[in-house]
């Protein structure tokens, strides 16, 4: 896996996210590479905003203060495309018109030339997984688990300088969940990029094994 | 660290939001409004080119002089405002008593594809099937009426206009109702009906207190378009309406469309006619619309039940059935008619079949076909990418006046701007042709391409884009690899939607194209006065064929594209 620069830790500075008057959430951390951060809090409690601040997607509803960088740099005022944040939702959200290689290949930066050399690395992601030979199949005809597979490598490949979790497990089921958080979080921290994880589930923080913010506990008026 | 409310790339989409309405405003206000002007400037006797420098009401006057002019006048606003109105009912009575049931879904289906069938093609149907020597009076003579002879009926084109407005409403009930289906989903429908039904309510009425003012104000445009449709509507008054006098409209584009270019005063002076009975047709509207509102506060405060409204469901229901049988049957007897050989009334069915007809048309209508679809093809392509780039640029965020100002050529009537329009390119000297026609069937097929395409535009997973864009990819790489390729149906669809709107277009063809670029339904509508009705069938069948042959590639592009992707063929 090739990352952009070394690794970088990411900073969340004062962040504080309002919608209208009222305050949802305010952190300030941060975050080492290959370390992660888990922000609990039940829905509504601004944690996939804090997502959309940090992935630079942020809807105009919601007004935010404070900054994020990594490393040295700012990366507030950077368009989402600039960022190199690598996501993962609830939802694999493989693109339905690509193949399953297509979807890997579309990843990986455009720095990286020559056909051969993508389709190369391509295969070989598909290969980590155990999908050898899935290159050319219809990401539909994938089981639950196989897509949460090419989702997390297709982040992966692009080199993000970040990972965002956004309770990428809670539409597995019990037995398929471990066993792809097991993965996720393997996969990613050898990756070595800093991780913010949100989730409701005490069980995802667990895994995680990093530190944990709890936002949102009890109802603001 | 500042306070900081917006960032720069939203500050960005603000601007481009702003732009993006700008290139609105001028592409659709401009000549609507310029169309306005060059209509009522020579009203009043501006006209340099036609040699009219001094303001003068002679041509006013010479409007009023018009025999029977007062009766073309209230037959337009009548039967405009009664089509409206029964449109609307049908469409309310239907989806309050029938939404969510199964009879919904197969009358949605029986529907939707009338909306690809212009409106001349629909005024023939109806016509072949009510005239009296048509397919009805057919099937039931001479053992039920005893005619052996086609009787002296003055139908289609009743001095009542009845026909007229029951072409109307085969149409405008389905744009109505496919409209009313796209604002649904935003009502409570369900707990609503549980609630009234606790209550004791009938569907009806239920439906009438609890949503249905809701689900007004969100038509309301549309309804507007439709009533302003159809009190200036041409093509279907002079296929179905009455005739000395005819409707003001069709007046109105036999003055424009003379050869003495000194009718065009008058006619100026009639389209300016046709603004006010419009704004009186709006201005009767909505005081309908408030009596309308009493009423329901009453029938609210009365508590007023309603159990028993078996009766106008039913109705509603064979009304809604009724439009897509008479369309349907209607082009039925197009085709038997235009392969019909020797046809003696009262038989139901031709003697011998024949292809002599089509035959014998092909050479003449190959060229009109060509230009008509030649048109379709470039106005609906560019509206379609007018309507990218716009939806790309204002995004996701709120477009609620330009959303509205899309309605602007469908609020205005075509004919008292498209002939300004026509003034104007005299005045400046343009010759009419192909670039000039195109640019104004842009102007009418651009709002429905831009309305088809908003809503899936809308609805799709912005979590898509926010991947890609996280994956580094820059807009316009997410826009061509992502977006569009996600929403290809939707794009063909509003193609789709774009080459049916072109192809219905009268008026403007007609005037801006006057006379040297004829499609296939300016050369039907011409046909309608004295046509053989053989030949008639062919041109109506041809005009009503390219429509659906559009919505055939529209459905079948996908499943070829994307025949190895399922997700993709749904």
């Keep these: 896996m090739q990352a952009v620069d070394d690794p970088m830790p990411l900073t969340l500075a004062d962040v504080v996210i309002r919608l209208a008057e009222r305050t949802l959430l305010s952190v300030s951390a941060t975050v080492m590479p290959g370390e992660v951060l888990t922000v609990m809090g039940p829905s509504g409690s601004g944690k996939s905003t804090l997502l959309a601040f940090a992935g630079g997607f942020l809807d105009p509803a919601f007004r935010v203060s404070g900054r994020i960088l990594i490393g040295d740099r700012d990366l507030t005022?950077?368009?989402?495309?600039?960022?190199?944040?690598?996501?993962?939702?609830q939802d694999p959200l493989l693109f339905p018109h690509l193949s399953v290689g297509g979807n890997i290949l579309f990843a990986i930066p455009q720095a990286v030339k020559g056909q051969k050399m993508r389709r190369q690395i391509a295969e070989q992601a598909l290969e980590q997984i155990g999908l050898a030979g899935f290159f050319d199949r219809d990401p539909e005809t994938l089981s639950g688990g196989q897509k949460a597979r090419v989702a997390l490598q297709r982040t992966l490949v692009s080199a993000p300088r970040y990972l965002l979790l956004d309770e990428p497990f809670s539409k597995l089921d019990a037995a398929l969940r471990q066993q792809t958080r097991a993965l996720v979080f393997s996969k990613a921290k050898a990756a070595g990029v800093p991780i913010i994880l949100v989730t409701h589930d005490g069980a995802d923080a667990e895994a995680a094994g990093g530190r944990v913010i709890e936002v949102g506990s009890e109802a603001e008026a | 660290m500042g306070q900081r409310t917006r960032r720069p790339d939203q500050d960005r989409g603000v601007t481009y939001l702003t732009a993006g309405n700008g290139l609105l405003v001028i592409i659709l206000g401009l000549p609507v409004l310029a169309g306005v002007a060059g209509t009522i400037l020579p009203a009043f006797g501006y006209l340099p080119a036609l040699g009219g420098f001094r303001p003068t009401t002679a041509h006013l006057v010479e409007l009023a002089g018009q025999p029977h002019i007062l009766r073309s006048v209230l037959v337009a606003l009548a039967a405009g405002l009664i089509t409206t109105l029964a449109a609307l009912a049908i469409v309310g009575t239907f989806i309050a008593g029938f939404a969510g049931t199964p009879i919904f879904a197969r009358v949605h289906h029986l529907v939707s594809p009338l909306l690809a069938v212009p409106h001349a093609a629909a005024a023939f149907a109806l016509a072949f099937l009510i005239a009296p020597s048509g397919l009805l009076l057919r099937?039931?003579?001479?053992?039920?009426?005893g005619f052996t002879r086609p009787p002296d009926w003055l139908l289609p084109n009743d001095p009542l206009a009845l026909s007229m407005i029951a072409g109307l409403v085969t149409k405008e009930v389905p744009f109505l109702f496919l409209v009313t289906l796209a604002s649904l989903p935003q009502l409570p429908l369900g707990r609503a009906r549980q609630l009234m039904a606790a209550l004791g309510y009938g569907r009806l009425s239920g439906f009438l207190i609890s949503l249905w003012p809701m689900l007004y104000r969100q038509i309301r445009l549309p309804v507007f378009a439709v009533l302003v449709y159809s009190v200036s509507v041409v093509d279907v008054a002079m296929i179905l309406g009455p005739q000395l006098p005819a409707t003001l409209p069709v007046r109105i584009a036999h003055w424009a469309a003379d050869h003495d270019l000194r009718m065009r005063f008058l006619a100026s002076a009639g389209a300016l006619l046709q603004?006010?009975?419009?704004?009186?047709?709006?201005?009767?509207?909505?005081?309908?619309?408030?009596?309308?509102?009493?009423?329901?506060?009453?029938?609210?405060?009365?508590?007023?039940?309603?159990?028993?409204?078996?009766?106008?469901?039913?109705?509603?229901?064979?009304?809604?059935?009724?439009?897509?049988?008479?369309?349907?049957?209607?082009?039925?007897?197009?085709?038997?008619?235009?392969?019909?050989?020797?046809?003696?009334?009262?038989?139901?069915?031709?003697?011998?079949i024949t292809a002599k007809i089509w035959l014998r048309t092909s050479p003449q209508i190959s060229e009109p076909v060509l230009t008509t679809?030649?048109?379709?093809?470039?106005?609906?392509?560019?509206?379609?990418?007018?309507?990218?780039?716009?939806?790309?640029?204002?995004?996701?965020?709120?477009?609620?006046?330009?959303?509205?100002?899309?309605?602007?050529?469908?609020?205005?009537?075509?004919?008292?701007?498209?002939?300004?329009?026509?003034?104007?390119?005299?005045?400046?000297?343009?010759?009419?042709?192909?670039?000039?026609?195109?640019?104004?069937?842009?102007?009418?097929?651009?709002?429905?391409?831009?309305?088809?395409?908003?809503?899936?535009?809308?609805?799709?997973?912005?979590?898509?884009?926010?991947?890609?864009?996280?994956?580094?990819?820059?807009?316009?790489?997410?826009?061509?690899?992502i977006r569009l390729p996600l929403l290809f149906r939707a794009c063909l669809t509003a193609f789709a939607v774009g080459f049916s709107v072109s192809v219905s277009l009268y008026l403007p063809t007609l005037l801006i194209g006057a006379g040297r670029l004829t499609t296939v339904t300016t050369e039907a509508v011409a046909l309608s006065a004295g046509g053989d009705r053989r030949v008639i069938g062919v041109y109506a069948l041809v005009q009503a064929a390219l429509p659906f042959l559009a919505f055939l590639v529209a459905s079948l592009g996908p499943q070829l594209l994307f025949r190895n992707r399922r997700a993709m063929r749904m």
């Design chain 1, 77 to 89: 005022d950077v368009a989402a495309n600039e960022r190199h944040a690598g996501i993962l939702f």
């Design chain 2, 139 to 145: 099937l039931v003579s001479p053992e039920l009426t």
């Design chain 2, 275 to 352: 603004l006010i009975v419009v704004f009186a047709a709006i201005g009767i509207w909505l005081v309908l619309e408030r009596l309308g509102k009493f009423a329901l506060t009453l029938l609210t405060l009365a508590g007023t039940r309603l159990r028993e409204d078996m009766l106008p469901r039913a109705i509603s229901g064979l009304a809604m059935a009724g439009c897509a049988a008479i369309i349907f049957s209607g082009l039925g007897a197009l085709f038997i008619w235009s392969v019909a050989g020797l046809w003696p009334f009262p038989r139901a069915l031709p003697g011998a």
């Design chain 2, 373 to 481: 679809v030649a048109l379709a093809l470039s106005a609906s392509a560019l509206a379609l990418v007018i309507a990218i780039s716009l939806l790309h640029r204002n995004g996701r965020g709120g477009n609620g006046a330009s959303y509205k100002l899309l309605y602007l050529p469908l609020i205005v009537p075509e004919i008292s701007f498209v002939f300004g329009l026509q003034i104007l390119a005299i005045s400046i000297g343009f010759t009419p042709a192909f670039p000039s026609v195109l640019a104004v069937h842009l102007l009418f097929v651009l709002p429905y391409v831009l309305l088809s395409l908003s809503a899936p535009w809308r609805e799709l997973d912005p979590r898509f884009e926010q991947m890609a864009a996280g994956l580094g990819q820059s807009p316009l790489r997410v826009l061509f690899l």
